[in-house]
Nanobody
Framework: QVQLVESGGGLVQPGGSLRLSCAASGGTLEYYAVGWFRQAPGKEREGVALISSSDDSTYYADSVKGRFTISRDKSKNTVYLRINNLKPEDRAVYYC???????????????????????WGRGTQVTVSS
């Protein structure tokens, strides 16, 4: 069973950047589609960035496109989320999740839903404030 641990969150000023990490153990993360999700207080968990297992294709929610970058380091069994130009509305707990499903160009929006994922980390808090 894959265990996922997020790290890299913290308090950042508006306009700043962060790199979140999702480290896996108990399994090889490159065999899974991985998604980053976030959940702000009082809101539902939303998918923001995805990376496929087949060819590392990446996909982004419209709300974050251009500011978020998801990437994978197979040698470290880790997936990253780079967030640039942080805004107060980015404040949330960020989670990574792994799916045994096949993430493709034709179904990627489906993988923005938490229900598509089999394994979850516990999250890392991102706060944006001056």
């Amino acid at each position: 069973q894959v265990q996922l641990v997020e790290s890299g969150g913290g308090l950042v000023q508006p306009g700043g950047s962060l790199r979140l990490s999702c480290a896996a153990s108990g399994g090889t993360l490159e065999y899974y589609a991985v998604g980053w999700f976030r959940q702000a207080p009082g809101k539902e968990r939303e998918g923001v960035a995805l990376i496929s297992s087949s060819d590392d294709s990446t996909y982004y929610a419209d709300s974050v496109k251009g500011r978020f970058t998801i990437s994978r380091d197979k040698s470290k069994n880790t997936v990253y989320l780079r967030i640039n130009n942080l805004k107060p509305e980015d404040r949330a707990v960020y989670y990574c999740a792994a799916s045994m499903g096949e993430l493709l160009d034709g179904n990627w929006r489906q993988y923005l839903m938490p229900s598509e994922y089999d394994y979850w980390g516990r999250g890392t808090q991102v706060t944006v404030s001056s």
